[in-house]
């Protein structure tokens, strides 16, 4: 019953910065745990970043803790992922997803968007 729409993707240099966002759908927005996955050619979808229903508790990747913020809007049914200090390893495809309880595992999420690119230059 929840659609999600990634936007905010594109062409950056090392070190800059960029801020994805995802827009859901529906009336029960608030009671999904949000989380945004990443999945760079020939390698596994791995976890980046989720935040809890209420947005006061959010957890990270050591890969990205210090580098990104995942936060929330339940009023705008809206999900970000503010990304600092980029670098060549983060380029994948970004999807966000949502689910029921906190996971690392994207199999545990229910409701998926298509993904947005990001691209990080050397």
């Known amino acids: 019953q929840v659609q999600l729409v990634e936007s905010g993707g594109g062409l950056v240099q090392a070190g800059g910065s960029l801020r994805l966002s995802c827009a859901a759908s529906?009336?029960?927005?608030?009671?999904?745990?949000m989380a945004w996955f990443r999945q760079a050619p020939g390698k596994e979808r791995e976890f980046v970043a989720c935040?809890?229903?209420?947005?006061?508790?959010?957890y990270y990747a050591d890969s990205v803790k210090g580098r990104f913020t995942i936060s929330r809007d339940n009023a705008k049914n809206m999900v970000f992922l503010q990304m600092n200090s980029l670098k060549p390893e983060d380029t994948a495809v970004y999807s966000c997803?949502?689910?029921?309880?906190?996971?690392?595992?994207?199999?545990?999420?229910?409701?998926w968007g298509q993904g947005t690119q990001v691209t990080v230059s050397s």
């Open positions: 997803g949502a689910g029921k309880y906190v996971s690392y595992y994207y199999t545990n999420y229910e409701y």
């Open positions: 529906g009336r029960t927005f608030g009671t999904y745990v």
């Open positions: 935040i809890i229903e209420s947005g006061v508790r959010t």
